[in-house]
């Protein structure tokens, strides 16, 4: 079938916001193509995605060798930890590609315009975004450190962090730039076809990036708190990517804060162990929330000057 090459129509210069969410129009919209699509992601990243870990949770359950296990909520132990890396988030390689089948060959639009209404995307919005949250994240844990001496504790070791490094540096970016194109990116977008308030949006893009990763470990610390750090996250990368009419700034930082765990600072409980140069030994669950609150607020404040915060654009026409 031949498919038109759609751009964005240029009566559509409104708030930046407004041109974000009517990017969606652009292709087809009817619901039971968004029930296919999402069926269509969901399928390739929770079960093709799910394969590997499978396979290797097979093997470690019959290796026979007890310093290999793997804990109820799929972390592995005694396992080379570029294997665990590519075999975690190879999920996010196939979760990627259902993605772009999805918008391509079911909604017949342009992939790029889950990310902006420009023709190119703006690598160097996204390094910008990468740039800020790396500052703001060395600042948080060098304040921590200054609180609670003691609390980090330097664990690198080379011949483990090199292969994991060059592995991190690929993967990662695939992972983090997958579940914003999900979740600020298609359904944040495909929601904002009924919905067009900018606040409801980002409380509900908070809300629905928050639940897959409380079932991540670190949620068990403190429920309550690390749900509500999710939950912020989210919400502000929602509101911070309307009001910039791109999702190029929630990439980066997204990018940045799991490179910067995985390379950086780990905590010893995480969804995903790494031979990180520090090992955080406390999940401070309330240092943890006013401190990404803080960095957040200071990342909006940079991106989105207080005269755009100030506008009475908030509800979309």
């Known amino acids: 079938m031949k498919r038109k090459n759609i751009d964005l129509p240029a009566n559509l210069e409104k708030s930046k916001a407004d041109t974000y969410l009517d990017l969606a129009r652009l292709g087809r919209t009817g619901w039971l193509r968004h029930i296919l699509a999402i069926g269509l992601i969901l399928f390739f990243w929770q079960v093709i995605g799910a394969l590997p870990s499978i396979i290797l949770i097979f093997l470690v359950s019959t290796d026979g060798n007890p310093q290999t296990t793997v804990s109820a909520s799929g972390q592995f132990s005694g396992v080379v930890p570029v294997v665990s890396l590519a075999v975690i988030l190879s999920a996010s390689v196939v979760f990627q590609i259902g993605i772009y089948l999805s918008i ?46 003691g609390r980090y504790t330097w664990t690198l070791n080379l011949r483990q962090f090199l292969p994991f490094t060059v592995l991190a540096l690929f993967l990662i970016p695939i992972q983090a730039s997958a579940e914003e194109l999900f979740f600020r990116g298609y359904l944040m977008q495909s929601i904002g076809l009924r919905l067009r308030n900018i606040w409801i949006l980002s409380v509900l893009s ?47 930082l997204h990018i940045a804060n799991n490179l910067f765990s995985a390379l950086i600072a780990n905590y010893s409980v995480t969804v995903l162990p790494t031979p990180s140069m520090f090992t955080v ?7 943890s929330v006013i401190a990404a609150t803080a960095g957040l607020l200071i990342f909006m404040l940079i991106f989105i000057p207080p005269a755009r915060l100030r506008r009475r654009d908030n509800t979309l026409d």
């Open 281 to 287: 030994n406390t999940l401070d669950a309330t240092y």
């Open 206 to 252: 908070g809300l629905v990036f928050m639940l897959p990763h409380l079932l991540n470990p670190e949620a068990r610390i403190n429920f309550v708190l690390m749900g509500f750090y999710y939950f912020f996250i989210g919400a502000v990368m929602a509101y911070v990517t309307l009001r910039d009419g791109r999702l190029e700034l929630a990439i980066g």
């Open 104 to 149: 391509r060959f079911i909604h017949l639009r342009p992939f790029r315009t889950l990310i902006t209404p420009e023709r190119r995307i703006s690598w160097k919005r996204i390094l910008q975004g990468f740039i800020v949250w790396v500052i703001l994240l060395g600042t948080m844990t060098l304040v921590e450190e200054f609180l609670y001496p």
